[in-house]
């Protein structure tokens, strides 16, 4: 009679090599899902920034260059304003709202993490780089920061002329 061995089954190192590489399949996902999330994070952060650059952006579309009563007189906003009544684009310059606004002046207070820092400068008819004095060019600068706590997310210039 013959010996014959009948193999119904896996040997142990097949079975600790299937093991490993499940493992290892498990442990590359789990690492790609980490960095995932915080590129999703980054993003949301970054959205957040252009959202809140665009409110400013269109806030001050609407608005005069220069003060509509006082003319050049003022630059920056006038002893009795506040940011309801800011009637002209150099109101707003050396603002920081935090928590940061909306289009419609409201407060975003669910976005108080956030803050908007805006300048506002003349620049030169020649080069939009170089600032000069106020009210001495046709040509403002508008330049908003966003920063998340201390950190700056994003930033955006625009230029506006009076006329």
């Given at each position: 009679?013959?010996?014959?061995?009948?193999?119904?089954?896996?040997?142990?190192?097949?079975?600790?090599?299937?093991?490993?590489?499940?493992?290892?399949?498990?442990?590359?996902?789990?690492?790609?899902?980490?960095?995932?999330?915080?590129?999703?994070?980054?993003g949301?952060?970054?959205?957040?920034?252009?959202?809140?650059?665009?409110?400013?952006?269109?806030?001050?579309?609407?608005?005069?260059?220069?003060?509509?009563?006082?003319?050049?007189?003022?630059?920056g906003?006038?002893?009795?304003?506040?940011?309801?009544?800011?009637?002209?684009?150099?109101?707003?310059?050396?603002?920081?709202?935090?928590?940061?606004?909306?289009?419609?002046?409201?407060?975003?207070?669910?976005?108080?993490?956030?803050?908007?820092?805006?300048?506002?400068?003349?620049?030169?008819?020649?080069?939009?780089?170089?600032?000069?004095?106020?009210?001495?060019?046709?040509?403002?600068?508008?330049?908003?920061?966003?920063?998340?706590?201390?950190?700056?997310?994003?930033?955006?210039?625009?230029?506006?002329s009076?006329?």
């Amino acid at each position: 009679m013959k010996n014959t061995r009948c193999r119904d089954g896996f040997t142990l190192i097949e079975v600790l090599i299937a093991i490993l590489l499940v493992g290892l399949a498990i442990v590359s996902l789990i690492s790609a899902n980490g960095a995932f999330t915080q590129a999703n994070g980054a993003g949301v952060e970054l959205s957040t920034a252009e959202f809140l650059i665009e409110q400013i952006r269109e806030l001050s579309a609407v608005l005069e260059v220069i003060d509509p009563n006082t003319g050049v007189a003022t630059f920056g906003p006038e002893a009795s304003e506040t940011l309801a009544n800011y009637d002209d684009l150099d109101d707003f310059h050396g603002e920081v709202f935090s928590p940061p606004i909306s289009a419609d002046r409201n407060s975003l207070a669910d976005l108080n993490a956030y803050s908007q820092q805006i300048t506002v400068e003349n620049v030169s008819a020649s080069d939009f780089e170089q600032v000069v004095g106020d009210h001495t060019s046709f040509f403002v600068r508008v330049s908003v920061k966003v920063f998340l706590n201390t950190k700056e997310i994003s930033s955006a210039r625009w230029l506006r002329s009076r006329y």
